[in-house]
């Protein structure tokens, strides 16, 4: 079973920064890991993957601002926001899979994404 544990998440103002990080109880893979977001209401949208090819993968209201990257010694997975706006403004989670898991929640590039945290609070305002 793998446990995955968010932080790094706050209110700040626009254009201001945040780190994300995610801990795994377990190793983290290097590939099938990535962030998703969620607002009330909505359903979760990816943010930033890193697929089956080592190929990150960006949302286009990501792209430019934020960067995924991991640390594979410390099981540990970040998410670098930048110039974050408003609309950034959601419950951010970590998720990891892989390609053969059984009923993942989503299923792209390559990977089914099975394993969550409980996510962190990121609140933008103008």
């Known amino acids: 079973q793998v446990e995955l544990m968010e932080s790094g998440g706050g209110s700040v103002q626009s254009g201001e920064s945040l780190r994300l990080s995610c801990t795994s109880t377990?190793?983290?893979?290097?590939?099938?890991v990535g962030w998703y977001r969620q607002v009330p209401g909505k359903a979760r949208e990816e943010v930033a993957l890193i697929d089956r090819r080592h190929a990150a993968t960006y949302a286009w209201s990501a792209r430019g601002r934020f960067t995924i990257s991991q640390d594979t010694s410390k099981n540990t997975l970040y998410l670098q926001m930048d110039n974050l706006q408003p609309e950034d403004t959601a419950k951010y989670f970590c998720?990891?899979?892989?390609?053969?898991?059984?009923?993942?929640?989503?299923?792209?590039?390559?990977?089914?994404?099975?394993?969550w945290g409980q996510g962190t609070q990121v609140t933008v305002s103008s």
């Open positions: 998720t990891t899979g892989g390609p053969n898991v059984e009923r993942p929640l989503y299923f792209t590039g390559g990977c089914g994404y099975k394993y």
């Open positions: 377990s190793p983290l893979s290097s590939t099938c």
